[in-house]
């Protein structure tokens, strides 16, 4: 049955703000037939309640049992690759596998090894850009380059301005097959260099574990999709500060709530549209709804960790907010595995430089901030392109 005045997704949202449609919806119901923006019909899960219990549901996940005839989300050759027409419980399996491969690789004792260096690769790259006269573009100068040194330095890539004119490709509107396979062809090199000089890294481990090279090739593509939300959560939490001074004198006098102040950055970040698509294997009833199988199941992460049934006021940016139970990071086995890496890197980028810049705002209209990929664009994913921002020069000692 087809439903022609389904409300379409795809209008990007503004940072700090729900979606007013996505409120729309939620008032409807915690569940609610949608058309993508592919023009496709799907459910949208839109509340934290039913989003967490969907997430621990082994009926949903990303097999289907005619793949080209599909509901879909977006015209992504990164999703196509993803759903197969595999049995669930096998791909459940593979799943299970794929994580065990990667999980040492992520855990908290190496993540916590990872700090050091991190942080340095943040004062390198906050260096130069405090260097300039303001306005800046942080996003650009800062977030990018510096997520993507960490990015290669996670994946054991020597060169990052070789391998980001790959991901430049794989990114742009318009992108389609060729430029995933070349971005997997990429990985595969990558991986075919370390079985002979293996190093302390991802690819490594990856290649240690007798998958072949165009197998682990593809992995390290979907964990750089993946990864490249991190800069736009980097410079969501920067402009969030920006519009906040509050917020921002109240960390700076208490560096204790520095924590606390990244997990409510985190929850605040996802404003460009996007959900993680998923098909259901068998009928699912909940939400007072009929799932039916074969059915596209869209798991919007973002837009419920505004739901005002459980946050207060959701809107307001408030570093003290405990307790903080967003799902933004995904939960059970699709929680996100490079989730402790990217509060890492959130949490150096703001220890150094909020008390360098304790007079940081935007240098534009919160409403004027870039937006780049999301459901607008028909992207996997979404986030800020530009990030603005200026601040009052040190006066000068007499």
Not at 7 to 16: A, I, K, M, S
Not at 389 to 396: K, R
Request: glycine content about 8%; some cysteine; aromatic content about 6%.
């Amino acid at each position: 049955m087809v439903h022609s005045e389904l409300p379409t997704l795809g209008e990007p949202g503004c940072l700090g703000q729900l979606n007013p449609l996505i409120r729309q919806l939620r008032d409807s119901g915690p569940i609610v037939r949608v058309r993508t923006p592919v023009g496709d019909e799907a459910w949208l899960v839109t509340r934290l309640a039913e989003l967490k219990q969907l997430l621990l549901d082994d009926r949903l996940g990303t097999t289907h049992p005619d793949p080209p005839n599909r509901a879909r989300y977006l015209d992504s050759p990164m999703l196509d690759l993803v759903v197969s027409n595999q049995d669930p419980a096998e791909a459940h399996r593979a799943h299970q596998a794929l994580r065990s491969n990667l999980t040492p690789y992520f855990s908290a004792k190496r993540i916590a090894g990872m700090r050091p260096r991190v942080g340095a690769v943040v004062d390198e790259y906050l260096d130069a850009v405090l260097a300039k006269q303001p306005p800046i573009d942080i996003h650009t100068e800062f977030s990018l380059p510096f997520s993507y040194q960490i990015l290669c330095d996670l994946l054991g890539i020597a060169d990052p301005a070789e391998y980001q004119v790959v991901l430049d490709r794989v990114s742009r509107v318009g992108a389609g097959l060729g430029q995933a396979q070349e971005l997997f062809r990429y990985l595969s090199e990558v991986a075919k260099r370390k079985r002979v000089q293996p190093g302390d890294d991802l690819a490594s481990a990856l290649c240690q574990s007798g998958l072949p090279n165009d197998f682990v090739g593809a992995l390290l593509a979907f964990v750089t999709m993946s990864y490249q939300v991190t800069p736009h959560s980097i410079s969501a939490a920067i402009a969030l500060f920006a519009m906040n001074p509050d917020q921002h004198k109240l960390v700076l006098d208490d560096p204790e709530l520095l924590p606390g102040a990244v997990g409510e950055a985190v929850r605040m970040s996802k404003f460009a549209e996007s959900a993680l698509p998923r098909y259901a294997s068998e009928d699912i009833e909940i939400g007072g709804v009929t799932i039916r199988a074969g059915d596209l199941v869209l798991c919007d992460h973002g837009s419920t960790a505004f739901d005002d049934r459980v946050f207060e006021d959701p809107e307001r940016f408030d570093v003290t907010r405990s307790p903080n139970p967003h799902l933004v990071f995904s939960h059970g086995i699709t929680y996100c595995l490079g989730a402790p890496l990217a509060r890492l890197e959130i949490s150096e980028v703001l220890a150094r430089l909020l008390p360098r810049l304790p007079t940081m705002r935007l240098a534009i209209p919160v409403s004027d901030i870039p937006v780049s990929g999301g459901l607008s664009e028909r992207k996997l994913g979404g986030g800020i392109a530009q990030l603005p921002i200026t601040w009052d020069p040190p006066v000068p000692v007499a």
